[in-house]
DNA sequence: GCCATGGCTAGTA
DNA sequence: GCCATGGCTAGTA
């Protein structure tokens, strides 16, 4: 993992590590709900807690945060938000479609 | 007690 | 919308 900045006490701890690895694992143009991402790492249901770690992540984190949604396919920040401008922006350039807030073809789409 | 969650009702059109 | 989850954080003792 590329970083400049020592890790905070918080974020070396088992869970962290295993929470990143997963999300590093996601390739690009794959999206994956905040729940999935905790199933993937052996963390159960901790779906919010990856949000909040993903909250915390560094700006410039090489981690692929911008994969990650709500489990009904809408982007997990508030739309006005920077962030969620540029997860948008992050998906549509590896090819993902997002229509409104919400990634086409997720789970269902409305028609 | 918080939450970048999730799942499952009710209540409307 | 409402309430259950799960781990963390702040604020007392």
Same mark, same amino acid.
Request: a positive charge; charged letters at 25%.
């Given at each position: 993992?590329?970083? *400049?900045?020592?890790?905070?006490?918080?974020?070396?701890?088992? !869970?962290?590590?295993?929470?990143?690895?997963?999300?590093? @694992?996601?390739?690009?143009?794959? &999206?994956?709900?905040?729940?999935?991402?905790?199933? @993937?790492?052996?963390?159960?249901?901790?779906?919010?807690?990856?949000?909040?770690?993903? =909250?915390?992540?560094?700006? *410039?984190?090489?981690?692929?945060?911008?994969?990650?949604?709500? =489990?009904?396919?809408?982007?997990?920040?508030? =739309?006005?938000?920077?962030?969620?401008?540029? @997860?948008?922006? !992050?998906?549509?350039?590896?090819?993902?479609? &997002?229509?409104?807030? !919400? &990634?086409?073809?997720?789970? @269902?789409?409305?028609?």
């Amino acid at each position: 993992m590329l970083r *400049d900045k020592p890790l905070s006490e918080s974020q070396l701890n088992e !869970r962290h590590l295993r929470l990143y690895a997963a999300l590093a @694992q996601i390739p690009p143009g794959c &999206v994956m709900s905040y729940g999935e991402l905790a199933q @993937q790492a052996g963390l159960g249901r901790a779906a919010r807690w990856v949000g909040r770690v993903l =909250a915390q992540l560094p700006d *410039d984190s090489r981690l692929p945060w911008h994969r990650i949604l709500r =489990a009904d396919g809408r982007l997990g920040l508030p =739309a006005d938000s920077p962030s969620a401008r540029k @997860q948008c922006e !992050r998906l549509r350039s590896e090819g993902v479609l &997002v229509e409104n807030g !919400r &990634v086409k073809g997720f789970k @269902q789409d409305a028609p």
